[in-house]
Nanobody
Framework: QVQLVESGGGLVQAGDSLRLSCAASGLTVSTYKMAWFRQAPGLEREFVSALFFSGRTYYSDSVKGRFTITRDNAKNTVYLQMNSLKPEDTAIYYC?????????????????WGQGTQVTVSS
């Protein structure tokens, strides 16, 4: 079965960097649509970034220029490099995967989800 395991979250100060990892099993990240979403307390889960099997990437306006999504095919892992972190980036970050479809920024477009990793940015 498919399993996505996130890691790399933590408590950092504004302006710091973090790299989140999403280790996949039961699927090959290079052939799936992979994405990161986040959810802050009391808010809906929101799109952060997506990486298609073609290599094309997408970012939300709030993270564009600060976050970078990549993958390591040999490790079957997807990463989210987060730079210049802000307090408003505080949330649980989830990795998601889906086999097909062009929609990338809606949670319902993804069939597989990880358990999430907490990112807290203090001011």
């Amino acid at each position: 079965q498919v399993q996505l395991v996130e890691s790399g979250g933590g408590l950092v100060q504004a302006g710091d960097s973090l790299r989140l990892s999403c280790a996949a099993s039961g699927l090959t990240v290079s052939t799936y649509k992979m994405a990161w979403f986040r959810q802050a307390p009391g808010l809906e889960r929101e799109f952060v970034s997506a990486l298609f099997f073609s290599g094309r990437t997408y970012y939300s306006d709030s993270v564009k220029g600060r976050f970078t999504i990549t993958r390591d095919n040999a490790k079957n892992t997807v990463y989210l490099q987060m730079n210049s972190l802000k307090p408003e980036d505080t949330a649980i970050y989830y990795c998601a995967a889906d086999w097909s479809g062009s929609t990338y920024n809606k949670a319902e477009a993804y069939d597989h989800w990880g358990q999430g990793t907490q990112v807290t940015v203090s001011s």
